[in-house]
């Protein structure tokens, strides 16, 4: 399974943005997918999780109400949508599969596949 993740940049604080994830090797739909981030200094974090219908999605309370997590299975893709964006928002972004029984998960070691993560970058 490979994960290529796309769509970082530079944005202004107040700012949108969208990367995406792509997913080639496997069946995609049978995976449930998170997005994670690492800043500069920092260890990586959870910041949103989406099960493999669709149907569940979990958000890290830091970026609650402004990222949104969305899949299109017909096109083996998920979405990050990040609005509100913040200073504290940069970092390399990381999209990751794995097949959770619970179906969301903040815990990293239930996903077994990584990509290379994508760089966004928040202006002040």
């Known amino acids: 399974v490979q994960l290529q993740a796309s769509g970082g940049g530079l944005v202004q604080a107040g700012g949108s943005l969208r990367v995406s994830c792509v997913v080639s090797?496997?069946?995609?739909?049978?995976?449930?997918m998170g997005w994670f981030r690492q800043a500069p200094g920092k260890e990586r974090e959870f910041v949103a999780a989406?099960?493999?219908?669709?149907?569940?999605?979990y958000y890290a309370d830091s970026v609650k109400g402004r990222f949104t997590i969305s899949r299109n299975n017909a096109e083996n893709t998920v979405y990050l949508r990040m609005n509100s964006l913040k200073p504290e928002d940069t970092a390399v972004y990381y999209c990751?599969?794995?097949?959770?029984?619970?179906?969301?998960?903040?815990?990293?070691?239930?996903?077994?596949?990584w990509g290379r993560g994508t760089l966004v970058t928040v202006s002040s």
């Open positions: 990751a599969a794995g097949q959770i029984g619970a179906g969301t998960s903040d815990d990293e070691k239930q996903y077994d596949y």
């Open positions: 090797g496997r069946t995609f739909s049978i995976y449930d």
């Open positions: 989406i099960s493999y219908s669709g149907g569940s999605t």
